[in-house]
């Protein structure tokens, strides 16, 4: 098992940037594919961003490709998202996820779930 912790979440206006992290504890963090997920208000959760157990692959929904940028720090246990220029369908609360790495990729199922943070961007 894998304990995910969030932060980073704020009110900011359009065209602002957030960086959301993630502090993972437990089990060896590289045993684990990591992904961002948003759930917009009377919305369904979605994947944003996702990075393979090793770094190697990365995959973004195409709403945020060019602005989002996830990356990964093994030796840290941490998983961070860059948002850049965010826009007010940005707005949304963001989950850190891990999935087991002998799942599918970026597909999971996913396994383990941190608390969210909620992120606010005004026009």
């Known amino acids: 098992q894998v304990q995910l912790v969030e932060s980073g979440g704020g009110l900011v206006q359009a065209g602002d940037s957030l960086r959301l992290s993630c502090a993972a504890s437990?089990?060896?963090?590289?045993?684990?594919?990591m992904g961002w997920f948003r759930q917009a208000p009377g919305k369904g959760r979605e994947l944003v961003a996702a990075i393979s157990w090793s770094g190697g692959r990365t995959y973004y929904t195409d709403p945020v490709k060019g602005r989002f940028t996830i990356s990964r720090d093994n030796a840290k246990m941490t998983v961070s998202l860059q948002m850049n220029s965010l826009k007010p369908e940005d707005t949304a609360v963001y989950y850190c996820a891990a999935s087991n790495r002998d799942r599918r990729w970026p597909i999971g199922p996913y396994d383990y779930w941190g608390q969210g943070t909620q992120v606010t961007v005004s026009s």
């Open positions: 437990g089990r060896t963090f590289s045993n684990y594919h």
